[in-house]
């Protein structure tokens, strides 16, 4: 069973930076998607970065396109995604969390639904203050 345990929220200005982490265990599949959703109160948690494991496919919002970046480091049985967060906005403000799941070597794209994914950290809240 995959479990997701992610850090790094908390207030920043408009234009500064964070970083969030998420440390991913339990990955026994071949390859997965990894993604960074994002929600705000009364709205759809929709994806803003997207990765296969394999580093074969990546996707970006375009709202995040050019001021986020994903990333991924692999030690061991342990796997830790990251979302560098440049020049934040307040728009920015929302509920942030990473999510996995298992994706078939027949796909060349990972899933963007959150209703795709059954593995998901706890959550990690950013706040943008203008």
């Known amino acids: 069973q995959v479990k997701l345990v992610e850090s790094g929220g908390g207030s920043v200005q408009a234009g500064g930076s964070l970083r969030l982490s998420c440390v991913a265990s339990?990955?026994?599949?071949?390859?997965?998607?990894l993604a960074w959703f994002r929600q705000s109160p009364g709205k759809e948690r929709v994806a803003i970065a997207t990765?296969?494991?394999?580093?074969?496919?990546?996707?970006?919002a375009d709202s995040v396109k050019g001021r986020f970046t994903a990333s991924q480091d692999h030690t061991n049985n342990m796997r830790m995604l990251y979302l560098q967060m440049n020049n934040l906005k307040s728009e920015d403000t929302a509920m942030y969390y990473c999510?996995?799941?298992?994706?078939?070597?027949?796909?060349?794209?990972?899933?963007?639904?959150?209703?795709?994914?059954?593995?998901w950290g706890q959550g990690t809240q950013v706040t943008v203050a203008s």
């Open positions: 999510a996995a799941e298992p994706l078939g070597w027949w796909l060349s794209k990972c899933y963007t639904a959150a209703a795709e994914y059954d593995a």
């Open positions: 339990g990955m026994t599949d071949s390859r997965y998607c």
């Open positions: 990765f296969s494991s394999d580093g074969a496919t990546t996707f970006y």
